[in-house]
């Protein structure tokens, strides 16, 4: 089945460690996005890319970094992770045409 | 500032009846709203949508009604069933196409049998 995969499911890392999310996808899809969720909140949006086209939010801090090395993966790097970051971090794929998303299980991070 | 709002944390409704979820917008350059529903432990899944040009749209056990002028949109879930409870996202785009999308905080609905 086509889907949207994000690993691990649950990341524990410590305070000011970098560290890497990851999103793999078997849809093809050219869009991908980077969400962050904290409890009972919206989902935010980080970045995203169309192709390798990388578009940032204004407001997300420069401490959150992402790469897409192919059409397939793209990857969310926590440079210095506080205990602010603590987050469920949702990876989403969309194609140019719509339709919307098609999102990952997500991976929730715990900054100890 | 958020764009789109679901001021109702939680909803419990019982099974057999209406579930009514609402949303409310402030940018008026939105063009295309989706809903989306997740279970625990996944992600959201698309659920339905709605353009701009449209005041309704219908599919099986769920309509979303849209009204523009009211930044207004909602969600109804007829009949409800307890395979329904979960949260209820609300989301809203600039882009016909439905791309970078702008999400409320979700409702919590519990259909109880």
């Known amino acids: 089945d086509a889907m949207v995969i994000q690993n691990p499911r649950y990341q524990v890392t410590q305070f000011g460690k970098p560290v890497t999310l990851s999103c793999s996808q078997t849809l093809n899809h050219n869009v991908m996005y980077w969400y962050q969720q904290k409890s009972s909140q919206a989902p935010k949006l980080l970045f995203h890319?169309?192709?390798?086209?990388?578009?940032n939010e204004a407001d997300t801090p420069d401490n959150f970094q992402s790469r897409r090395p192919n059409t397939s993966f793209c990857f969310l790097d926590i440079r210095s992770p506080g205990l602010g970051d603590a987050a469920m971090y949702l990876c989403?794929?969309?194609?140019?045409?719509?339709?919307?998303?098609?999102f990952g299980s997500g991976t929730r991070l715990t900054v100890v | 500032d958020q764009q789109v709002k679901q001021n109702s944390p939680s909803l419990s409704v019982q099974e057999g009846r209406i579930s009514i979820l609402n949303c409310d917008y402030t940018n008026s350059m939105f063009d295309y709203f989706l809903w989306y529903k997740k279970y625990p432990a996944e992600g959201p899944t698309f659920l339905i949508s709605?353009?701009?040009?449209?005041d309704k749209n219908e599919d099986g056990r769920f309509t979303v009604f849209l009204n523009k002028s009211a930044k207004h949109l909602s969600l109804h879930i007829v009949p409800s069933q307890p395979g329904d409870s979960a949260v209820y996202f609300c989301a809203a785009s600039e882009e016909s196409n439905g791309n970078k999308l702008v999400f409320g905080a979700g409702t919590i609905l519990r259909v109880k049998s």
């Open positions: 890319y169309y192709d390798k086209d990388f578009n």
């Open positions: 989403a794929t969309s194609s140019l045409e719509g339709n919307g998303y098609t």
């Open positions: 709605i353009s701009s040009i449209k």
